[in-house]
């Protein structure tokens, strides 16, 4: 079952950040010029620029102690790993976006603390307004780097705008004739340490103003503080607006409009292999709790097997799945399943998941799907009462001294001029001692009982550190089903656009899980994400 959902284009969207990170570790390696530590996250002096309430928000928090070339310097390194050259690219595409050649630009004098936000349009339909905030590594980079950047400017016939607010200077520019693609951007340099970029002067402007507004700016957000000392530690933390979830990471909207979403806030990690991702969802209203059936689910586990594909674990399979319930896991989780399940061949898949009141396992094996649910549910019974409606009757048949329950028809069929008897198919059933096996077809039941599971249990062991943690929804996917969840997913391909050629071969893996939590006094939704690079 492809489980392309919400969850899996959310952690997605943020590969072109892992990447940026991924070749600072690896480059880090080899020039001990960087301290790139996955620690307690704490805020940028730049978040005092940026309000409580933005469309997105990035703070890019490593630390550098030696040198001014080191993103120079990484982009250098090793240039036969397809990692660091990607990394590369979408640094010079995301700066080429706001008109900057980071080569030539930034390079020489740019620190690696970098933050970015994304402000709500002025109106609907409009593009969002940004600021950005650049760190500089010496007293000189960023004043230097403001005299060449707006002297050509002025050579191309700019019509440059200074201004002065509270003894902070902002040039802007008006229209450049002579660059027909030339970006609108105003600057403003604070203490010839932090250049601050935006789209609009007025923007730059209000950035100014609320620096002084504590209880206005990120930095003087208390609560913001108290999330991140929830999250993960890691390297960049991430917030994102009701808004943007549903515009542009197709959220569920029902999730906003019946459980007053307050936002996501997120921290990112980069080892040499993974891109981990530890977000909160957090709501103004409480959402409900939901029966964790613990036993049942391990016995699940214990039972897999196979050279499985991918795997996806659902825990109180009808509650999650509870049409009437507007509990934002429940929708966040719903749609999209039951949205892939209506795409599957036949009823069998959607008839066992609508009637299990346990927990269940999905398995994708390479001949076919595999569903784990206990004996007690779907009861037998019912599902016969479903197939005889199809007219399909239930059989036995034995394979290998193993007993196999069978749901299927006779049908005719036409080869040639003549007619023949075909069977039609509707479900295997395999029992267990504890737990019923349905499988799409006898070979992917026969795949069950191989060896492979570990390599799926190794991604969500890694995803949830914690023994006493059992989320009500998991995800494990290999190479293969990962990328087939990104090929056609909008966003993915404009970052594709960024860099000029296909990511598909970095991607080796996903696993996500998500889960309630208690957060200030009130159940929140966490999600964690791995993505596994080369």
Known sequence: MKVRSFLIALTSAFIFLALLMLGLDKAMAHTSQVSLENKVFKLPKTAQFFPKETALTLHLNAESNKTPQYFEDSAHLNKTKESIQVSKKIIDGLFALIGLDFDADLAEWISPQISLALLEPDKPGQPNNWVLGISSLDQNGAQYFLQRFWQKKALAGANLKIASNDGVIIISDQKVPLESNSKHISTALINNQLLLLASKKKVLERSLTISQLPDQNQLGDEELKRTIKHLKD??????????????????PLKVNQDSNLKGLNASLRSTMETISFDGIFQFVNPIEGIENKLDQSISLINEAGGPIEGLAFLNSTS?????????????LIRK????????????????????????????????GWVLG??????LLSIIDKIFMQQKQVRSEVIVNNQVFQIWSKLIAKRIGNHDTLDTELGVILSQGSHNNWWGENLESLQQKQEKGLFLRQKQLEKLNQNPESHPFLQLALNSNQAKQQLENWHPWRLLQALTGNSLQEIVKGLALSIDTDWFEGQRAIHLRANIQIA
Do not use: C, M, R
Not at 373 to 378: A, D, H, K, L, V
């Open 234 to 251: 890691g390297v960049a933390f991430i917030t994102i607006s009701p808004q943007l979830l549903h515009s542009l990471f197709s959220l």
């Open 319 to 331: 509650e999650l799945l509870s049409k009437s319930s507007k509990d934002p896991l429940k929708q």
């Open 336 to 367: 999209p399943l039951l949205d892939n399940l209506y795409k599957t061949k036949g009823i069998a898949a959607k008839a066992i998941i609508g009637l299990d009141e346990g927990p269940l396992l999905w398995i994708k094996e390479p001949q």
């Open 373 to 378: 649910t206990s004996q007690e549910s779907p």
